[in-house]
């Protein structure tokens, strides 16, 4: 028994230098492949590259210091009207797809919560839009799209979808839509599981008609999961390249992201401006991160938490 | 009293079943398209019958034709996300345990440091990698693609281990050292055989989402012998210049996807089970 003691206690001082052990390869990697580029990225985006002239009219070669004047260029310069108009798309598709998809996702949460029976066959066609590689799905629906596709004969219309204009918008909004929709509905699923059945029990007993018990009991338990299916989304929306790119194509001014204007410069190989774009996205990104987390309270480790617990 | 209940769900069921239906076919239609579209003789590539008619393989025996290298691209997408799968799972097994058992300071924020790298927009770590392994000499090796993928797969496989691992009852292990075995055995010879659906969960994600990566494998390599399939599909050239060849790609598409659908069909209780207990995607 006092050897039982001894051990357990023994671990537990011994825990954070075994947790140290345990979790440094994922550090060092974690390091390597994110820690290391964002730093080089920001040191990068204070240089460009090319022939250039000097003050006294020297050509310089190679990449060189020039400050803030890659940020100043992308904010004000010559390439602001490119960088505002693919912050502008990168909000629209974030806010809009985010939106359509947390109203699909619930919907379809809420329909799979109250089957009995087919519940499993859903459950698990809701998983094939997920398991589509995006680059396909951005070619089935540049496929549907085609000005005689399957699109235009189900509206009887003749519209152009994949060339420059709202439509371009639209059919990268409808294909992000499709793709992602059921996801958020199964995070959505798995926090409706957890709300007890006797709290709708009890709302019924007091006559609460089922809207209102979706909109004071259903939603304020769900939502802890939903918020965090928000998060995610509203995540992976800022940095969407994919389905615009292939959908559409590059350097299309409708559909335009922030990261295929840095992938477009560093395909030309200007690392700095690119690396300039990369770093205004990541902290675009990690302002929203840190918004969602303090304002409105998501909090993703003790949902996940929750969750695992059950 | 039943009677009314059976009433009142009458109205209910039909609107369930609807909603089922809805949802069926919002998911599927599009992914029956693809599917319908591969199967039409390049022909009749244009038709909007519901089935091909006649039913041909043209536009499959087209993947593999010689001079697309399809076959090949196949393989370097299983390599890529094969490798990046196995090595994510050694390195994040034991991370993903120390967060799930063991107690020490700074625990939520380190996992919540390991959650953030996965947030984070993946050009941003593109372009300075871009120019380093242009430098290195990097550039159309296998490594070029696996190496970053592990930024975004490392911290998804960390994520669902530790909330599989807690699942588990502690007395497990307890019982173990109380038999007798130190911390490291009982992890070796009770959690982890007992994890092992957990892992293997885990796997499948990951290598899900390593077979899908589309920008890392788009920047890293510009030879066509070393590209994935995802960047292959999108890169079809048609015989006819500007005409997009949609009925190969369609084909292409079946072709890399259809796998991941029957796996994902096979095992859904347990992807389910782990995308939701990780919460990313």
Redesign the interface.
């Known amino acids: 028994m006092t050897a039982?003691v001894r051990?357990?206690r023994g671990?537990?001082s011994g825990?954070?230098r075994?947790?140290?052990a345990?979790?440094s390869?994922?550090f060092v990697?974690?390091g390597?492949?994110?820690g290391?580029?964002?730093v080089?990225?920001l040191r990068?985006s204070v240089f460009r590259e090319g022939t250039d002239l000097d003050e006294s009219g020297f050509i310089v070669e190679g990449s060189r210091f020039v400050g803030v004047d890659n940020y100043t260029a992308i904010f004000a310069g010559e390439s602001a009207a490119r960088f505002w108009n693919a912050f502008g798309n990168t909000t629209v598709f974030t806010v809009i797809t985010v939106a359509l998809e947390v109203v699909i996702g619930v919907?379809?949460a809420?329909?799979?919560h109250?089957?009995i029976r087919?519940r499993?066959?859903?459950?698990?066609?809701?998983?094939?839009?997920?398991?589509?590689?995006?680059?396909?799905?951005?070619?089935?629906?540049?496929?549907?799209f085609?000005a005689?596709?399957?699109a235009n004969?189900l509206i009887g219309r003749q519209v152009l979808w994949t060339t420059e204009g709202w439509q371009a918008k639209f059919a990268v909004i409808l294909a992000d839509v499709?793709k992602?929709a059921?996801?958020v509905?199964?995070?959505v699923?798995?926090g409706l599981q957890i709300i007890p059945n006797d709290v709708y029990e009890a709302a019924r007993v007091d006559g609460a008609s089922p809207w209102r018990q979706f909109w004071r009991i259903t939603l304020p338990l769900v939502k802890p999961a939903l918020l965090?299916?928000v998060l995610?989304r509203v995540?992976?929306a800022?940095?969407m390249?994919?389905l615009p790119f292939?959908l559409i194509g590059s350097r299309k001014e409708s559909v335009e992201t922030?990261?295929m204007v840095?992938?477009d410069e560093?395909?030309s190989l200007r690392?700095g401006p690119?690396?300039a774009?990369?770093?205004i996205?990541?902290v675009y990104?990690a302002v929203t991160?840190l918004v969602f987390v303090r304002l409105l309270g998501a909090d993703?480790?003790g949902?996940?938490?929750e969750?695992?617990?059950k | 009293m039943s009677a009314t209940q059976g009433n009142a769900t009458l109205p209910r069921k039909i609107l369930t079943f609807g909603g089922l239906g809805l949802i069926l076919v919002y998911c599927l239609a599009p992914f029956y398209w693809m599917a319908v579209s591969a199967f039409r003789r390049p022909s009749d590539q244009f038709e909007l019958t519901a089935l091909p008619a006649p039913f041909s393989l043209d536009n499959l025996t087209a993947v593999f034709s010689p001079g697309v290298g399809f076959g090949r691209s196949l393989l370097n997408s299983l390599v890529v996300a094969g490798v990046t799968t196995i090595l994510t799972l050694i390195i994040g097994v034991s991370a993903a345990y120390a967060l799930a058992r063991l107690n020490f300071r700074f625990k939520n924020a380190v996992a919540a440091l390991i959650i953030a790298t996965s947030m984070f927009p993946g050009i941003s770590l593109l372009v300075p990698l871009l120019a380093l392994f242009t430098d290195i000499g990097w550039i159309n090796t296998y490594q070029s693609m696996i190496v970053p993928s592990l930024s975004f797969a490392l911290p998804l496989a960390v994520w669902n281990l530790t909330a599989f691992f807690r699942q588990m009852p502690e007395e497990l292990e307890q019982a173990a050292m109380i038999d007798g075995c130190t911390r490291g055995q009982a992890f070796r010879k009770v959690i982890l055989p007992l994890a092992a659906p957990g892992i293997f969960t885990t796997a499948i994600i990951t290598f899900i989402a390593a077979w899908n990566e589309f920008i890392i494998a788009l920047s890293m390599v510009n030879d066509s012998t070393m590209q994935t399939a995802t960047v292959a599909i999108s890169r079809f050239t048609g015989a006819y210049g500007f005409d997009q060849p949609f009925g190969t790609q369609m084909a292409a598409g079946v072709i890399v996807t259809v796998p991941l659908v029957v796996v994902v069909l096979l095992f859904q209780r347990r992807i389910i089970a782990g995308l939701t207990a990780g919460g990313v995607k």
């Not at chain 1, 589509?132 to 629906?141: C, D, E, K, N, R």
């Open positions: 039982v051990r357990a671990a537990t825990a954070g075994l947790a140290a345990l979790l390869p994922t990697v974690l390597l492949v994110v290391y580029p964002l080089a990225a990068e919907a379809m809420l329909v799979m109250h089957a087919w499993g066959v859903v459950r698990a066609s809701i998983l094939v839009p997920w398991a589509v590689p995006t680059a396909v799905s951005a070619l089935l629906w540049r496929w549907i085609q005689d596709g399957v004969a499709w992602t059921p996801f509905g199964l995070l699923l798995a965090v299916a995610f995540l992976d800022l940095r390249f994919d292939v922030l990261s840095a992938f560093a395909s690392f690119a690396a774009y990369a770093t996205l990541f990104v991160a993703v480790i949902a996940a938490r969750r695992s617990r």
